[in-house]
C-alpha cells in the first residue's frame, strides 16, 4: 500500500524561506517521477513542481527561480526548498506521483505566509 507522509510546513513571513519533505513508502521510489501540488482555500490543486527518475525538474510559472525540487531515492523522499515566499504561496502542499497518480494522497503539510 503506497504511503505519502509530508512534513516542513508552517507559518513564514513573506521572504522568508521553508523546506518541505515527503517520504513515500510502499513503491519502488527510484523509478516513479515524483511531484508537489498545492490547494489554497477555494482553489483546485494545482502541480508546483516534478522531478523524473533521472532528476530532471519541471515548475509552474508561479515559482521559477523561487522553488527547487529535489529528490534522494535513498531515503525514498522528495524535498521542495522554496524560497522567496509570498502569500500567493499559502496552501496546503502535497506531494505524489507525476506520471502515475497515486490514490492514496498523504495529509498534506499547511504552508501560510504572512505578508
Known amino acids: 500500500q503506497v504511503q505519502l507522509v509530508e512534513s516542513g510546513g508552517g507559518l513564514v513571513q513573506a521572504g522568508g524561506s521553508l523546506r518541505l519533505s515527503c517520504v513515500a513508502s510502499?513503491?519502488?521510489?527510484?523509478?516513479?517521477?515524483m511531484a508537489w501540488y498545492r490547494q489554497a482555500p477555494g482553489k483546485q490543486r494545482e502541480l508546483v513542481a516534478s522531478?523524473?527518475?533521472?532528476?530532471?525538474?519541471e515548475y509552474v510559472d508561479s515559482v521559477k527561480g523561487r522553488f527547487t525540487i529535489s529528490r534522494d531515492n535513498a531515503k525514498n523522499t522528495v524535498y521542495l526548498q522554496m524560497f522567496n515566499m509570498n502569500p500567493e504561496d499559502t496552501a496546503v502542499y502535497y506531494c505524489?506521483?507525476?506520471?502515475?497518480?497515486?490514490?492514496?494522497w498523504g495529509q498534506g503539510t499547511q504552508v501560510t505566509v504572512s505578508s
Open positions: 505524489n506521483g507525476r506520471t502515475t497518480i497515486f490514490a492514496s
Open positions: 510502499g513503491i519502488n521510489f527510484r523509478f516513479y517521477a
Open positions: 522531478i523524473t527518475s533521472g532528476g530532471s525538474s
